[in-house]
């Protein structure tokens, strides 16, 4: 059976060369050709010996996931359909920036929070994408982005916050953080990898431990009341031991904040009110707000919150000298926006059992 190596991270790949009876820093010059040069072919590896790449194509490959189709916004944000097989297929989304060119990259075929504002969680869950899918999203938007004018690749940041909750799919999302923060791999900082959690408290801690990288929270509500409604999972991890669980994650975070991503619906939670709950709430937890226009999809019973409405909630969030940003809506006219990402999935695993089997 042929390997795919970019299900390998630097400890799997040592091992893997080892196996072959070779030196453990032919996995480190892999590694430089697969992501530093965002290389495929090991005939085109030319300082690795002749006999060894012809045993590689033998038995291994590189191969990322199939794109389907690709679109692009107005805006420049570019959005790909890729294939994960089984009539499965996720959604990655670029957004460029000035200063930054950020990729959003999932980490499930689908999810199983079943979260009321969002059409991911509307199609159902399927399963757990693997190293190679969740890496392989960046390898090949690198692949089609190119390098720069300096020889850098356009991906400065990501963001696992596209299809699927990261912390449900643990082993496979820090094996592919490592690749994304390995110096022989991609070297990117641990401030410029951000896992978005909808709140999966014991797998926060997990990731304190064996992967501490820039935490987002979607916390979308002041109080437990309404936060079982938008985001059924605090049933199960309410709201005080999420907060218990961001100032422990601090002890250990590359950023000494918490960003909580706050969707921003008409008439549920975005009144001056609610603001003034969520000072209370977060008042022992260093964090920024990042707060985000709910995003329209088909069979929704939310609208976004009108613009008056939103600079009040911030206004009061910033008297109180806590940093707020407003996202911008990037990539709606392909649906790209947060929320909005849908792909193509086979719903086939009930939303109970993965959320046990894992949690």
Sequence with gaps: MTQNLLDLDAHDLTAYFAAMGEKPFRARQLMRWIYQVGESDFAAMTDIANSLRHKLTQVAAVTPPTILREALSEDGTRKWLLDVGGNNAVETVYIPEETRGTLCVSSQAGCALDCSFCSTGKQGFNRNLSVAEIIGQLWWANHQLGKNAEGNWHISN???????????????????????????????????????????????????????????????????????????????????????????????????????????????????????????????????????????????????????????????????????TQRKTRGDDIDAACGQLAGQVKDKTKRTIAIRQEA
Aim: with cysteine.
């Design 158 to 324: 990501v963001v696992m916050m596209g299809m699927g909750e990261p912390l449900l799919n643990f082993d496979n999302t820090v094996r592919a953080l490592r690749l994304m923060l390995d110096d022989h791999a991609y070297g990117l900082s641990r401030r410029r990898v951000t896992v978005s959690t909808s709140g999966i408290v014991p797998a926060m801690d997990r990731l304190r431990d064996e992967c501490p990288v820039a935490l987002a929270v979607s916390l979308h509500a002041p109080n437990d009341a309404l936060r079982d409604v938008l985001v059924p999972i605090n049933q199960k991890y309410p709201l005080v031991q999420l907060m218990a669980a961001c100032q422990r994650y601090l002890d250990k975070a590359p950023r000494d904040f918490i960003t909580f991503e706050y969707i921003m619906i008409d008439g549920v939670n975005d009144s001056v009110a609610h603001a003034r709950e969520l000072l209370t709430l977060v008042r022992d937890v260093p964090c920024k707000f990042n707060l985000i226009p709910f995003n329209p999809f088909p069979q929704s019973p939310y609208k976004r919150s009108k613009p008056e409405a939103i600079q009040r909630f911030r206004d009061v969030l910033m008297q109180a000298g806590i940093t707020t």
